[in-house]
Structure formats: structure tokens, C-alpha cells
T-cell receptor, first 116, second 117 residues
Framework: DTEVTQTPKHLVMGMTNKKSLKCEQH?????MYWYKQKAKKPPELMFV???????INESVPSRFSPECPNSSLLNLHLHALQPEDSALYLC???????????????FGAGTRLSVL | AQKITQTQPGMFVQEKEAVTLDCTYD???????LFWYKQPSSGEMIFLIY??????QNATEGRYSLNFQKARKSANLVISASQLGDSAMYFC??????????????FGTGTRLQVTL
């Protein structure tokens, strides 16, 4: 089973709202990732958590706040977003041990976010 | 400089034919992995196939195979016997460095494949 579950699938929010995106995996993976993808572009890495600690922040604005409460769960808290933040937000996870073959990133179906 | 280059923005292939999607990469790290993902219009990124830099043989997974030419730094995806469900965006990606360390995937710009009857 290589399932990464993201909720909600769609989200519409105003610029003053606070919302959260959720990502869950039960594969025992110890690294989890947030990516942002604009239309017709490749995904861009935002954050990486390794063993529940933030290991990479790709200079993401503070209006995006990640959280990793446990090894299976990853949240992305959103506050005071701008219309240009509208995008597909993808979560991924990987095992992070052993050979290259075991470090494949598996993605969820994403959350389509619209900021009005 | 681009680390992953996909020069074909769009490709058409007839059903049941084979198609090759090009990918070249640039790295000075001797340890790296190359990955192909499929992204249908629904949005999910689906892992297809991977090749490690030290692998001697080309990777294969069902109808997918990876034509790995290390000296030319290319990792082309070959899809045999195309099906209508193969219509999607395809991304080539690379990960550099040692295993056991969470690190980023660098993606190419993608190739949109359209399978026709």
C-alpha cells in the first residue's frame, strides 16, 4: 500500500481566513514533504520533515506554517494568503532509509486551493 | 543551469504504439536517483519507475522502461503499447546525494502525452 491521503480535496478561502491542509500516511515513512504546484508547472518544494523535525524550508513566506504532530501526520496551516497562493498543494512521503529504491517519494492527490 | 531538461512540451502517440519521452540531467554528484512520475488531470503524482546512478541495468516496470545512458546523462522513459489512460503529464525528476537523508526532488518541466485512437 502506497497511499498518502490529503484533505480537503478542494478549498476556497478569503485572504483573512485561517485554514489547514492535512496529510496522512500509514506506510511507516519517516520523511514528509509539502509541494506547491501552479498550473502547467512542475511541483516546487516548500518544506521537508525528517523524523518529525523540519529539515528543509525553501524560504517559504511565514503565512504558510507547517506542523508534523507525529510520524504519520503532516499539516500545513494557512493564514492571510494572497490570490497568487492559489495552487495545487501536494504532500509526499518517503521511507528515508536503506537503498535508493526505498526512498521513492509517494504523493497524495493534492488539495486545490483558491484564494479569493 | 537546468538540472533536469525535458525538451518535449507535448507528444502525440497512437494507441498500441510505443513512445519515448526524453529527459536529460546535469549533476556532478556520483550518487543520484532518477524518477519518472505521471500526473493525470486529477492532479495526483503517480510514481512510475526509478533508476539509481550505480544500477548496471535499465529499469523496467510493466509497460514502462527507462533507457539510461549515463555517459550522455539521459534517462528517457519508454512506454510500450500505449493506452488511452496513459494520456497525462509526465515529469522526470532527480534526487542527488546519499540515501537516508531527506532531500529534494528536482523536477523537469514535464511532457504532456496525448494518446489517440
Amino acid at each position: 500500500d502506497t497511499e498518502v491521503t490529503q484533505t480537503p480535496k478542494h478549498l476556497v478561502m478569503g485572504m483573512t481566513n485561517k485554514k489547514s491542509l492535512k496529510c496522512e500516511q500509514h506506510m511507516g515513512h519517516r520523511a514528509m514533504y509539502w509541494y506547491k504546484q501552479k498550473a502547467k508547472k512542475p511541483p516546487e518544494l516548500m518544506f521537508v520533515y525528517s523524523y518529525e523535525k523540519l529539515s528543509i524550508n525553501e524560504s517559504v513566506p511565514s503565512r504558510f506554517s507547517p506542523e508534523c504532530p507525529n510520524s504519520s501526520l503532516l499539516n500545513l496551516h494557512l493564514h492571510a494568503l494572497q490570490p497568487e497562493d492559489s495552487a495545487l498543494y501536494l504532500c509526499a512521503s518517503s521511507q528515508e532509509r536503506g537503498s535508493w529504491a526505498k526512498n521513492i517519494q509517494y504523493f497524495g492527490a493534492g488539495t486545490r486551493l483558491s484564494v479569493l | 543551469a537546468q538540472k533536469i531538461t525535458q525538451t518535449q512540451p507535448g507528444m502525440f502517440v497512437q494507441e498500441k504504439e510505443a513512445v519515448t519521452l526524453d529527459c536529460t540531467y546535469d549533476t556532478s554528484d556520483p550518487s543520484y536517483g532518477l524518477f519518472w512520475y505521471k500526473q493525470p488531470s486529477s492532479g495526483e503524482m503517480i510514481f512510475l519507475i526509478y533508476q539509481g546512478s550505480y544500477d548496471q541495468q535499465n529499469a523496467t516496470e510493466g509497460r514502462y522502461s527507462l533507457n539510461f545512458q549515463k555517459a550522455r546523462k539521459s534517462a528517457n522513459l519508454v512506454i510500450s503499447a500505449s493506452q488511452l489512460g496513459d494520456s497525462a503529464m509526465y515529469f522526470c525528476a532527480m534526487r542527488e546525494g546519499l540515501t537516508g537523508t531527506a532531500s529534494k526532488l528536482t523536477f523537469g518541466t514535464g511532457t504532456r502525452l496525448q494518446v489517440t485512437l
